[in-house]
């Protein structure tokens, strides 16, 4: 028996109307292939200039009603084009398509629209209402706020302008207390930055930057448990030489003394760090050393502060060039060398003097 033939399902009936021209949701490449949609669009464009605006603009009310903007901008775009000597006519379909690019957010074309209804219209309210919601939508506040004082008193008051200016005073104040966070932020690194410089001139400690920008989470700061905010805090890295490594002391309060802080590095009885397979870094057999910028070799006592070790560092060279010495402090960290006593020591003095 032979089947029947199916009917269409709903979908398909749905996908044949694309075909017919009143209910296509976009235009052919070649339209000129269609008789029916060649003869709709010379229907369209028949008529004098107002009366083929006025078609236009009917036909993108409709698809503006459905909220389809990007359709309804196209034929208010074709009003426009044709040029309407109807003045009244063309300002609304300039307002119109305002409207339209305020949902598609294209808030350019909407103040060159408003600005173009306004040289028809100084008192065309919904120009600078529209204007304003665009400048609003683009974070110019202000000029949202002096769009509103232009208006005339009657839609000054109008509920849609009252809510205009509230919302751009609101953003006006958020914008200034912004600004006046940015400012204070500013003043105090400004303050940070001059009260750190005399605090390292104080110390003999001479700042080198990295010329490339700093890439270290760490810096020189004030101690926030001291009232004075005198007390410095610095990175500061003890370097190994004998074994190419080194460790890093993020938080080196400066009234510490450096035999405190190697017994934390190096707890007695606690296992050797890996690199150390003689077991030699003990406290006890450690020596530091800090290089100047003049290339002198400070030897760091266990009592010694590293607030005593800058005060040992300062100077100026001999022959009258008046350079000042002191610890540089490269990159933000101060850097000193740890060596075990006796050979390892002599070695490592030996090869620094031959080099510097």
Known sequence: MATLPQPPSFDERIASLDSLPLFMNSLPEDPTDNVALSALQSLAHEGTPDEIAQNFKEQGNEYFRG???????????QGVDAKPEDGKLREALLLNRAACNLELQNHGSVLRDCAAVISLDPHASKAYYR?????????RADEALDVCARVGDGAANDAGFKALRERAEKKCAEIRRKADERAERARR??????KMGAAFAARNLIAVPNPDGSANPYAPRFDPEDATGGTLILPVFFLYPEHATSDVVPDFIEDAEFGAVLATMFPPGAPAPPWDVDGRYVVGSLVVYAMTRRKRLLKVGRKMTLRDVCRAAGGTSAGGTNVQDGLEV??????????????????WVEEYKSTR
């Open 67 to 77: 909220k389809r903007y990007r359709e309804a901008l196209g034929f208010y775009t």
């Open 131 to 139: 204007a304003g919601l665009a400048l609003l939508a683009l974070d």
């Open 189 to 194: 690194a400004s303050e940070e930055k001059k």
């Open 330 to 347: 490269k990159d933000g960290c101060l850097s000193f060398v740890v060596v075990p006593k006796g050979e390892a020591e002599q070695k």
